[in-house]
């Protein structure tokens, strides 16, 4: 199963690296070489802050950021099934063991009826967190920041593009493709 997740580096407000892990890390890694260490480099499906060890050869760090898969137990990784551990009460193991096809089964059939819901929603609140995130790191001390997490929660375009507008090129284009599926359906807070 392919990673299709991406991420992002800024320096300061210019963004320096966009798009798979691996392709970033290189980017990323020949700046810090050159001795431009202040570096953020953001998760894009959640917004979230990531730091990768960046001494070494190149090769190291990827080692170290792109682990080889383990296997030690039960599942499928050729299919992209892992097992884990989850935590639940007995009544909820009662329940679980008594339909078909065993426990797996039933969590699978419950998770992928869960999504199936709301996947438009669950897309924009995903964005909403993910641009939110990103903001509280790059643009906490800008003009217009409280105002645009606001709009951004109330689903105002209109309003979230005023508050940005004046923002840093690279900081404004990035967080409006973050926000973009924020904006793409009606969202009831949560």
């Given at each position: 199963m392919e990673d299709e997740r991406t991420y992002t580096a800024f320096a300061g407000e210019e963004m320096i690296a966009s798009g798979p892990l691996k392709a970033v890390l290189l980017d990323v890694?020949?700046?810090?070489?050159?001795?431009?260490?202040?570096?953020?480099?953001?998760?894009?499906?959640?917004?979230?802050?990531?730091?990768?060890?960046?001494?070494?050869?190149?090769?190291?760090?990827?080692?170290?950021?792109?682990?080889?898969?383990?296997?030690?137990?039960?599942?499928?990784?050729?299919?992209?099934?892992?097992?884990?551990?989850?935590?639940?009460?007995?009544?909820?193991?009662?329940?679980?063991?008594?339909?078909?096809?065993?426990?797996?089964?039933?969590?699978r059939r419950l998770v992928d009826e869960a999504r199936k819901q709301d996947p438009a929603g669950q897309r924009a609140q995903l964005a909403m967190d993910a641009a939110n995130r990103f903001m509280s790191a790059m643009t906490g001390n800008l003009p217009g920041h409280e105002e645009a997490s606001r709009a951004l929660y109330a689903s105002n375009r209109a309003r979230f593009e005023d508050e940005i507008r004046n923002w840093p090129h690279d900081i404004r284009t990035h967080v409006q493709r973050l926000a973009e599926a924020a904006f793409s359906t009606e969202v009831c807070p949560a």
């Open positions: 890694k020949k700046r810090f070489d050159a001795g431009q260490v202040s570096i953020i480099l953001f998760e894009d499906q959640t917004g979230q802050q990531v730091d990768f060890e960046l001494r070494g050869p190149a090769s190291e760090v990827l080692a170290r950021a792109l682990p080889a898969p383990v296997h030690n137990g039960p599942g499928r990784p050729k299919l992209g099934v892992v097992s884990r551990e989850i935590s639940l009460l007995p009544r909820h193991w009662a329940w679980l063991e008594q339909q078909r096809n065993g426990a797996s089964a039933a969590l």
